[in-house]
Structures are given as C-alpha cells and as structure tokens.
C-alpha cells in the first residue's frame, strides 16, 4: 500500500497549510499524522483521521474522504516548520508516507 | 509519563546484525499495547520495521524478508531489534515506539529519542 505525500507545502506565517496523503480508498482506513521537527523524534499530533492528542494545538485537524486524508494547520507559526508524515495500517503492517516539508515563509 | 530509551552500537560492520534494546520506564511492557520499531535513513523518510505484544506475538515489514527480530523482556521492561545481514543502506537512525488502539488500528504516542547506527567497514 502506497501513501503519496507532496514533498513541500510553503505557507506564510498567519495563514493555514493543508497537507495531503493520498492512498487507494485511503477513506476507509484510520490515519495518524506526526511531525518531526530537525533533529528530533516523531511527535503524535493527529490520530484517527481527526483527532488530536493532549497537548496539541487545536490549530492542528485532520480529515479524510475517498483517495486523500489532509492535515490542516490553521493560523500558521514559525515554529509549524517541520516534517510531516502519514501513517496507515494494511494487513497487519504499518506505512508512513514519504513525509511533507512544511516551510514557513 | 511513558519514557522510551533505545541503546545499543552505533557502528556494525556490513553482513553483521544489528542489536538495539529500547528501555521502557513509566509503564510496562506487559501492558496491552504492541512495541514497535522504526527506522529513518539520513535525509530520508520514516519507515516501520515491525512490532511486538506483550505474549511475544510480532508482525514485521515484508520488505525485510525475514532478517529482522524483535523480542521482549518483561524482566528488564525492555524489548530488543536484531536485523541480520545488514548493509549500508541500512545505516539510519532507529526508534522505538509506543503503539496505542485508536478507532480502528494503532497509532505511536510515545517515541524514543532515536539512535543512529552506522554500517560501515
């Protein structure tokens, strides 16, 4: 199973980013975002298509329909830049897309 | 607060196995939730490499083709990786990771800090 993430999103600070992950009849599984800021471990910021773990801003929403599920980051900051990966599960194993760079102008 | 450490040599040579243990504080191993193992080559993406529950029962990346071990150590609140007949494409920096249920499947809510390996002569 194959997950199709853009290699960059650029947005300016203030505005909103959307970030796809597009996957055969990706809709009907479970996806789980992560972002990965330079030199640090993965960090759980969307879970279940939608939800978000506690302590992640409520800027952070995700959802998911037919082919692509979207990471959205609302009201953009500096500190947003970062790598962001999909994560699904077929038969039994995991997949991550191959990850989005986010720069924030 | 669930904490993960892995450990292990930072260097192995090519065609040798690589060894890695991730320490678990702040919960069990024994707890109902898989332990997993993900690796991330330099400049590169996220890759998962397989899991393990807490009655030894694991599942891996088919793209391994059966070189890559995970085992569990409830004494120790640890669980370990063995990946055999490594080559430089391997060299990566290697998690492990927390698995919690979601809706439908898991999801990894806790990370270690990762550990580069190296395989190099």
């Known amino acids: 199973y194959v997950l199709t993430q853009p290699p960059s999103v650029s947005v300016a600070p203030g505005k909103t980013a959307r970030i796809t992950c597009g996957g055969n009849?990706?809709?009907?599984?479970?996806v789980h975002w992560y972002q990965q800021r330079p030199g640090q471990a993965p960090i759980l910021v969307v879970y279940?298509?939608?939800d978000r773990p506690s302590g992640i801003p409520e800027r952070f929403s995700g959802s998911n329909s037919g082919n692509t599920a979207t990471l959205t980051i609302s009201r953009v900051e500096a500190g947003d830049e970062a790598d962001y990966y999909c994560q699904v599960w077929d038969s039994s194993t995991s997949v991550f897309g191959g990850g989005t760079k986010l720069n924030v102008l | 607060q669930v904490q993960l450490q892995e450990s292990g040599p930072g260097l192995v040579k090519p065609s040798g196995t690589l060894s890695l243990t991730c320490a678990v504080s702040g919960g069990s191993v024994n707890s109902d939730n898989w332990w997993t193992w993900v690796r991330q080559p330099p400049g590169k993406g996220l890759e998962w490499i397989g899991e393990i529950y807490n009655s030894g029962n694991t599942n891996y990346n088919p793209s391994l083709r059966g070189r890559a071990t995970i085992s569990l150590d409830k004494s120790k609140n640890q669980f370990s990786l063995k990946i055999s007949s490594v080559t430089a494409a391997e060299t990566a920096m290697y998690y492990c990771?927390?698995?919690?249920?979601?809706?439908?499947?898991?999801?990894?809510?806790?990370w270690g800090q990762g550990t580069l390996v190296t395989v190099s002569s």
């Open positions: 279940d298509d939608s």
């Open positions: 990771a927390r698995s919690v249920r979601g809706q439908l499947d898991d999801h990894f809510d806790h």
């Open positions: 009849n990706i809709g009907g599984k479970s």
